[in-house]
């Protein structure tokens, strides 16, 4: 008689569980905060339309004296070479 009764509160025990799991297993609050979303660095000044020629050359120099202190990788000074001389 007492394993009747302990399989009948089992099978009670068993059908809170179901009607609770929904409850208790619901979307978890987050854990981590979002990442900070910066803003993309605003392009250069274009140069002046008038001085041309001696415009990218002085840029071009300005950008060879920054590799060469390491300021900018090879890979960088590669990038903005062909940027000055598309533009």
């Known amino acids: 008689m007492s394993n009747r009764v302990s399989r009948r509160q089992a099978g009670r025990w068993a059908d809170q569980e179901q009607q609770a799991a929904p409850q208790q297993y619901a979307a978890p609050p987050p854990q981590y ?9 605003e392009p250069a000044a274009a140069p002046p339309a008038g001085s041309g020629m001696d415009s990218k050359l002085a840029q071009l120099k300005e950008l060879g004296a920054l590799r ?8 960088e000074f590669e990038a903005q070479k062909a940027r000055i001389l598309a533009g």
């Open 33 to 41: 905060e979002a990442p900070p979303q910066y803003a993309a660095p």
């Open 68 to 75: 060469e202190q390491g300021v900018l990788s090879d890979a």
